[in-house]
């Protein structure tokens, strides 16, 4: 019956184009719109322009278009942020990203930390007028104190130091200069560094992303950034000795051993996480939670919870392994196979605590955001942001709010909710068509019939055969 009308549209379409200029635009006709402001709208036609969104209409009035996209049976929904990324911490997938973000409906990433030299071709590259990828935001490097934890030698190189207050301004002064678009704070910062970086980046009107510092409890730092990456430490101020646990870390941060940086917070972490668990203090916590009111948290608990649901469990695994470099897959696979064999025993614990703050925290209000860490520890591309969405709702969130943590809240970061986030007349042109309701299976945001990206649109097939030619040119570069 709907198809009947599209000869009956173009004919119009036509008609028109005799007397007045030729059609311009894109419409998705007698599409469901789902968003996480205005909830579910039913037999839609949305028409975008270049990269906005000009129209949103009932399916039965006419419209004069260019192209015409059917939804019929179809969901449409904003483009997906994957809301914590790393494009260069492994250079194997710096090249592929892109298009495997695309290819499963992300449209937006928010690069948490990288080095300047290696982070800027590549968002060049991504914010190229034709280049066929994400919108990209970025950090630069993890923000560190004293002592470094990706300083290049157990870990790639991804942090620089800030010793001082001084340095610290004058770094983020720099990042500024070079164009980031928010600053990401790590954990080996002293309480003066963190001050100084916070009042530093207010200043510049910077957002700020941040582990809680090991030298700071969460109730103290949550309130001065926007976003707290892992939930991380925040255990450590959910303990009933939350106070101890605090003095015994500013005594080991002082280094008597000497270590390095990632051994000495995986020295803090080891001696102080699960036992902080184990002492979780309710009222305590809330009063942490209640702390949090305002920072979104971003959980990555496909990451966290990793044993609660892991990757290689999932019936698509070997699919989205399909669309990674031979080497890594192999890699990725002998890993998964240790995991599988041996599951660590703390690892399920923290698992397990993450979900349960995750809900906690959602029940009292706190704003989720959704992020990956890719590619860090087993995370394809685009398909460990569903990944993260499937762990959202198993920690309480309604579909609807897991999509939300993964649209309107992340552009809410940015101040970009005006233009970014929902379906509505006037933002940019960002959308995914899915052939099943997600609101019914969030795994349905899998089943990606199209995505628009900044007004293009592209077949999931077009999407695939974009994935597999970064990969052939890769092999032919290796
Ligand atoms: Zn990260």
């Known amino acids: 019956m709907r198809r009947q009308l599209f000869p009956l549209l173009i004919f119009l379409a036509l008609l028109a184009a005799c007397a007045e200029p030729e059609p311009t635009g894109t419409a998705i006709t007698n599409v469901t719109v789902i968003d996480a402001v205005n909830g579910v709208r039913e037999n839609q036609t949305v028409v975008f322009n270049g990269d906005e969104i000009v129209a949103i209409e009932s399916s039965d009035l006419e419209l004069s278009v260019a192209e015409v996209v059917d939804g019929s049976g179809k969901f449409l929904i904003p483009g997906l942020w994957d809301f914590h990324v790393h494009l260069t911490y492994d250079d194997r997938f710096t090249d592929s990203m892109p298009a495997l973000f695309l290819s499963y409906g992300i449209t937006s990433v928010r690069d948490t930390g990288g080095l300047m030299h290696k982070v800027l071709p590549v968002v060049e590259k991504m914010r190229a007028p034709d280049a066929v990828a994400p919108r990209v935001f970025f950090a630069g490097p993890l923000l560190d104190g004293n002592f470094v934890v990706y300083d290049g030698e157990s870990r790639p190189e991804i942090g620089v130091r800030n010793a001082t207050p001084d340095d610290a301004r004058q770094m983020i002064r720099d990042l500024q200069a070079q164009g980031v678009d928010f600053i990401k704070i790590y954990e080996m910062v002293s309480p003066a560094v963190f001050d100084a970086m916070v009042k ?106 990793l044993n609660i649901a892991p990757p290689f469990k999932r019936d698509d695994w070997q699919d989205a392994l399909a669309r990674i470099r031979e080497d890594v897959r192999e890699e990725w696979t002998e890993t998964a ?66 999509i939300r943590s993964a649209t309107i809240r992340p552009a809410e970061f940015f101040s970009l909710a005006d233009q970014m986030g929902t379906v509505d007349v006037g933002k940019k042109a ?42 052939t040119a890769e092999r032919r570069l290796q």
């Open 337 to 402: 196979a240790a995991m599988a064999d041996n599951p660590i025993e703390e690892f399920t614990q923290f698992g397990e605590w993450a979900l349960f703050l995750v809900e906690r925290m959602h029940a009292r209000g706190v704003p989720i955001g959704a992020g990956t860490d890719t590619p860090i520890f087993l995370a394809v591309p685009g398909y460990s942001l569903h990944s993260e969405l499937e762990y959202l709702v198993r920690a309480g969130l309604s579909p609807l709010e897991a």
């Open 200 to 305: 530093t980046a207010l200043e510049l009107d910077l957002p700020i992303a941040s582990h809680v510092p090991l030298s700071l409890r969460a109730s103290m730092a949550g309130p001065s950034v926007d976003s707290i990456e892992h939930l991380r430490n925040i255990e450590m101020d959910c303990a009933s000795n939350a106070p101890e646990l605090h003095e015994t870390r500013l005594e080991l941060l002082k280094n008597p051993d000497g270590l390095a940086g990632a051994d000495l917070r995986s020295s803090l972490h080891s001696l102080q996480r699960l036992p902080a668990i184990a002492n979780y203090d309710e009222a305590r916590c809330d009063r942490t939670i209640e702390a949090l009111m305002s920072t979104t948290q971003v959980p990555t608990l496909r990451l966290g919870a």
């Open 430 to 471: 960002d959308l995914v068509l899915l052939d099943a309701n997600p609101l019914e299976n969030i795994a349905n945001t899998k089943r990606i019939a199209a995505v628009v990206s900044k007004g293009r649109v592209f077949t999931s097939n077009e999407l695939s055969e974009l994935v597999s030619a970064t990969l």
